[in-house]
């Protein structure tokens, strides 16, 4: 009899070490099928996935909205350390999706002109706005939480806080990524510099694919922290032990 409760303990044990591997292992396998889908995807379209409010930076948004989605829903049934954590996460998600909306406009010059892209648009300022006032808003919050701040502290520089590290410098990688301008030092005219135009072209395509899916994998693994919620529970196993 004993012996069976030890063993079923053991058991028990073991599935709890195991389990966090087990989910880890999952996602690392669904990253890799969804990069595979979007690397055959960008050669059959000749990279056409990165241009601007194009699939990538939709699939992009789609994902970071579900990342808000589910710390809104873990905030709403939490509460203290917990909870604060989660609205601040919540903030992060909202500044992630103010970064990547695009409010470009399209500006077409001729017919047999090529057109280009106006950045600095009434939207566009309204977004960089939002995004101030988001950041604006999680000082006013942090400060309202300043009791809770040690314990959120402790519980991003636990163990379970990986995914967000890793997600911090999948964004910054993606940034270093970005692709340079056109350079002609060598002064080309005529179908050389044509050449050198298609060239670059299709180099700076490939950059953005890069770029974008960085970012893109970045998003996941946000989502993944999220659904996981191992800084929250965390947090919340040690609320209740004290």
Not at 115 to 132: A, M, Q
Not at 175 to 182: D, I, T
Not at 219 to 242: G, Q, R
Request: hydrophobic residues 50%; neutral net charge; contains cysteine.
């Amino acid at each position: 009899m004993g012996m069976g409760v030890h063993r079923d303990q053991g058991s028990v044990r073991a599935m709890l070490v195991f389990k966090p591997f087990g989910t880890v292992l999952t996602f690392t396998l669904c990253l890799i099928v969804i990069n595979g889908i979007l690397l055959v995807w960008a050669w059959l379209s000749s990279y056409g996935i990165v241009n601007e409010n194009g699939p990538i930076e939709n699939i992009q948004l789609l994902i970071l909205g579900l990342s808000f989605v589910t710390y809104v829903l873990i905030f709403s049934k939490q509460e203290g350390a917990a909870q604060n954590l989660a609205a601040v996460f919540c903030f992060l998600c909202i500044f992630l999706i103010l970064k990547e909306l695009d409010f470009k406009e399209l500006r077409i010059v001729g017919p047999n002109i090529k057109s280009y892209w106006v950045e600095n648009t009434i939207l566009e300022r309204i977004r960089k706005l939002l995004s101030w006032f988001i950041l604006l808003l999680l000082m006013v919050f942090l400060i309202s939480r300043t009791r809770d701040i040690p314990s959120m502290v402790r519980a991003m520089i636990s163990w379970p806080a990986w995914p967000f590290y890793l997600c911090f410098a999948l964004l910054l990688l993606s940034q270093a990524l970005e692709h340079p301008g056109f350079r002609n030092p060598d002064e080309l005219v005529g179908p050389e510099l044509l050449q050198a135009l298609a060239e670059f072209h299709r180099s700076q395509a490939i950059g953005k694919f890069r770029e974008e899916l960085i970012e893109l994998n970045a998003y996941l693994v946000l989502l993944y922290a999220a659904h996981s919620s191992a800084v929250i529970s965390c947090l919340i196993n040690s609320c209740d032990k004290k």
